[in-house]
């Protein structure tokens, strides 16, 4: 089971008065969706650097089953343990939907002839049709770019998925099939989704809903 915990953790960017995230201890476990929530400049995206091992905290640690993140490859951390899905979607625009999801299966050493297949399988598992599959990403709508983004996070069979307002960018109907997409990756797959959102649709969706404030973290 893939877990992160987050033990007594504190990140202070250079020459700040305050910190961007104060103390906080907190566990996310496969299975559940957690959503964090707060007002602009609260620490939810420092947070969120720090489970993606894009920064190390300045107190504290960040630990992915038992390890600390200040002891293992990054590089290899985040391209095989966690993956990311953003507002603003991040699809390769000069490359087809299924070169999108297949690239990261390439990055791990699956050859283009086995990576193929099971991108195809991906996309249709979130409603991308064949023929959608070799369109461009600015060919798609933004519920279905968003969806190619989500087939493309599993891609590297990663159990931990971070979004970052994935919803940002969507109406009320694509949000709500994003929404559902995450929640059944989380509770018939055993994924673990933590999504940093305004959201508050998101939040009553999720199985955790947490709010920051000020650097602190609290359930809701």
Do not use: W
């Not at 490859?73 to 966690?82: A, T």
């Not at 791990?108 to 249709?124: F, I, S």
């Not at 070799?134 to 979004?163: D, M, W």
């Amino acid at each position: 089971m893939s877990t992160l915990a987050l033990n007594n953790v504190t990140y202070t960017y250079k020459n700040a008065q305050r910190p961007a995230v104060s103390d906080i201890s907190c566990i996310f476990e496969e299975g559940h969706v957690y959503a964090i929530v707060g007002p602009s400049g609260s620490g939810k995206s420092t947070l969120l650097s720090l489970l993606a091992g894009l920064d190390l905290p300045t107190e504290g640690e960040v630990a992915f089953n038992g390890d600390s993140l200040a002891k293992l490859n990054l590089d290899r951390y985040r391209r095989e343990s966690i993956s990311m899905i953003f507002q603003a979607f991040h699809l390769f625009p000069l490359m087809t939907v299924i070169e999108n999801v297949c690239f990261p299966m390439e990055l791990c050493g699956v050859t283009p002839k086995d990576a193929k297949p099971r991108a195809a399988a991906l996309l249709e598992g979130v409603g991308i049709t064949k023929e959608q599959m070799g369109r461009f990403p600015s060919k798609l709508s933004g519920g279905e770019r968003q969806r190619v983004a989500i087939a493309r996070s599993l891609a590297s069979n990663a159990k931990i998925i971070l979004g970052d307002e994935p919803t940002g960018n969507l109406d009320g109907a694509n949000t709500q099939n994003i929404i559902d997409i995450l929640c059944s990756l989380a509770h018939d797959k055993g994924y673990c989704v933590i999504i940093v959102t305004h959201d508050m649709e998101v939040a009553d969706a999720a199985d955790v809903a947490l709010k920051m404030r000020d650097g602190e973290l609290r359930v809701i």
